[in-house]
């Protein structure tokens, strides 16, 4: 678990350091898996279908808000479904503009739902995300999880039968209107998802702001097993044929990717919690405290050693400083010594002159 929160503490200093350029990698990915998904399933206009143009449109939305990246692939879906049919553009095109009014409404700032939606059905994983937004967003996602779905089954459709919908003339073009109007809106297994995301999402939010410990694993296990509910009991009601495989795999799928939320956003030490109680004039607060689950980083010391214990570095200039000092009392210490010398020279020659003069005076009286 350590060197877990160690590779948490790495990446969100990497992450701080090159936010810039680490977000518009990640749109240029998004961008490519959106426009390959939308040329690939119902690529009918050569020109716009080509690798070059999805390369590009990616490159462009890269440096965009993600709401341009909503529209340039809705205006991509029109024209690919304008070369196929007329009457089907048109119906898409009210759909999309439906969508949008309650898009722009609640959510204007989740657009890249929109786009993730779609591209989790395709890649046969669409259960993550309503584990995951429900543990790191608000009911508001509802919103544009849903037009994603409506997005990914009327886009699936054509791809299944776009040639019943090419019929020509004018009863050909009223029955392509009836018929793509009537699967888009009343897809019995497009209803069933919608609903199931939309209560599992719902249902993992409500947990995971309890109070309760480890309300993020409770929320997640509840959601996808209620996800699992929700779509088996739908498709045995509405009679619609359902991989419970598929199904249960990516449930399990939803449920490790919510673990790794949690280990990111809200890794909590439960062992040491706290309650607080105090009051004042109007109320009682009853709070509970849990601190966080963090470990820094260790730092790297770099201890350098030398090869022979023996050697030192030496400063010229701290070796100037002590001789000049040394230097200062070297006259003193000199000028002393010969002033001490002279004085006993002279005591020694007065002393033999006076020894020298009692003699001369005794040798004279005899």
């Known amino acids: 678990m350590s060197t877990i929160l160690v590779w948490k503490e790495q990446v969100q200093t990497l992450y ?42 990616s490159a462009v939305c890269a440096f965009l808000p993600l709401t341009l990246m909503v ?6 879906i029109l024209a690919h479904l304008y ?19 309650f898009y722009f409404r609640f959510t204007p700032k989740k657009a890249w739902l929109v786009l993730l939606t779609p591209v989790a059905f395709a890649f046969k994983v669409p259960y993550l995300i309503p584990v995951a937004l429900g543990l790191v967003g608000t009911p508001v996602c509802v919103v544009p999880i849903a037009c994603g779905t409506v997005v990914y089954y009327m886009l699936h459709y054509v791809h299944t039968s776009s040639a019943a919908l090419k ?50 694993k409770i929320a997640i296990i509840t959601g996808a097993i209620l996800d699992i509910i929700v779509i088996a009991a739908g498709s045995m009601v509405l009679n619609v044929k359902i991989s419970y495989g598929a199904v249960i795999l990516g449930s399990i799928l939803a449920v490790a990717l919510g673990f790794v939320l949690e280990i990111l956003f809200f890794s909590m030490n439960y062992t040491r919690t706290e309650r607080v109680q105090f009051e004042d004039d109007e109320y009682y607060y009853y709070v509970k405290a849990v601190p966080k689950l963090a ?30 000092k040394q230097a200062v009392p070297t006259p003193k210490r000199k000028q002393t ?30």
């Not at 939308?38 to 020109?47: D, E, H, P, T």
């Not at 553009?89 to 439906?98: D, L, N, P």
């Not at 209107?177 to 497009?190: G, R």
């Not at 980083?297 to 050697?311: F, G, L, R």
């Open 83 to 101: 070369s196929l049919s007329l009457a089907v553009m048109a119906v898409t095109a009210a759909i999309f503009i439906v969508m949008y009014i």
């Open 337 to 366: 010594a010969s002033s001490n010398w002279q004085r006993q020279s002279a005591d020694e020659i007065l002393l033999t002159r006076s020894l020298n003069k009692e003699l001369n005076e005794r040798q004279s009286k005899k």
């Open 71 to 76: 529209v340039l692939a809705s205006l991509l």
């Open 167 to 216: 019929g020509g003339g004018t009863d050909g073009l009223i029955t392509s209107l009836t018929t793509f109007a009537k699967q888009a809106l009343v897809n019995k297994e497009m209803w069933i998802m919608a609903a199931a995301f939309t209560i599992c999402l719902l249902v993992v939010y409500t947990i995971r702001r309890l109070s309760a410990d480890h309300a993020w």
């Open 295 to 324: 470990l820094s980083a260790p730092k790297k010391q770099v201890t350098k050693i030398n090869e022979h214990k023996d050697t030192a570095i030496i400063d010229t200039e701290d070796i100037k400083k002590v001789a000049s």
């Open 16 to 57: 701080a350091r090159y936010s810039t350029y680490i977000d518009k990698a990640l749109k240029f990915i998004l961008g490519l898996a959106v426009f390959g998904v939308i040329n690939g399933n119902i690529g009918y206009m050569k020109i716009a279908s080509s690798a070059l143009v999805t390369i590009g449109l």
